[in-house]
């Protein structure tokens, strides 16, 4: 079975479909053998992947599309693939609980601001009701601000596990997700490709996973 990654955040907007587009892109990148499913009735992963196929004439990843009853059945499908990312809408449905009982690890991207912590804060009792391992994202982190530094520290008080790696707010995510592709790809030498790499790598080390040989 693969290493099974849920995305997961109750929060709207918060960057679930953005972590799974760049996340898919950096691992296929690293010659793993990736499979996807998109929970998510707004199907914003699917039309990506779309993009990409029409871009690549094919797909280099396995996509598949799922609902709550499905999801478990879909996992079993991607059994060959080394990692599998599962991307849910933004709520606390038992669909989502679904997703997350089958993960290995749930990411939960997160804003740094104090709406967006309070409305994580049931996905996070989600996340614990169901013993799962977690890493929240910190996503579209401001440069500096003093508001983002108290989130920080309000985040450990929560005792909420969180990605060394962030991710700041750059145009370069949702312009390479536009093209089907990840930044890794569209700007292997920028900064935006830099924290998705650093995230990238902090996911396979917990998955216990390695890049294949260049
Ligand atoms: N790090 C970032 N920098 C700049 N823009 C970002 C970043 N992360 C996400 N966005 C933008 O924020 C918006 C929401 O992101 P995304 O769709 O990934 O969130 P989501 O959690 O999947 O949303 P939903 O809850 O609706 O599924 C998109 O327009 C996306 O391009
Ligand atoms: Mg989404």
């Given at each position: 079975m693969p290493f099974i990654v849920t995305v997961a955040q109750r929060?709207?907007?918060?960057g679930k479909t953005t972590l799974c587009c760049q996340l898919i892109a950096a691992l296929v990148g690293c010659g793993l053998d990736v499979a996807a499913i998109d929970?998510?009735?707004?199907r914003s992963l699917t039309r990506w992947a779309e993009t990409r196929a029409a871009r690549l004439g094919g797909l280099d990843f396995a996509h598949d599309t799922a609902s709550g009853f499905t999801v478990a059945m879909a996992a079993r499908r991607a059994r060959a693939a080394d990692i599998l990312l599962i991307d849910t809408p933004p709520s606390v449905e038992p669909a989502v609980a679904r997703a997350i009982a089958l993960a290995d690890l749930v990411l939960a991207p997160l804003q740094l601001s104090p709406l967006d912590l309070d409305a994580s804060l049931p996905t996070a009792r989600m996340i614990g009701e169901a013993r799962r391992d977690a890493l929240f994202v910190i996503n579209?982190?401001?440069?500096?601000?003093r508001v983002a530094d108290r989130i920080r520290s309000e985040i450990s008080r929560h005792g909420l596990p969180v990605a060394a790696a962030e991710l700041r707010s750059r145009a370069a995510f949702a312009e390479s997700i536009a093209d089907g592709r990840g930044v890794t790809e569209s700007?292997?030498?920028?900064r935006a490709a830099a924290e998705v790499a650093a995230l990238t790598d902090e996911l396979l080390s917990v998955a216990g996973l390695r890049r294949a040989a260049a």
């Open positions: 929060k709207g907007g918060a929970m998510d009735d707004q579209r982190a401001p440069p500096r601000a700007e292997p030498r920028g």
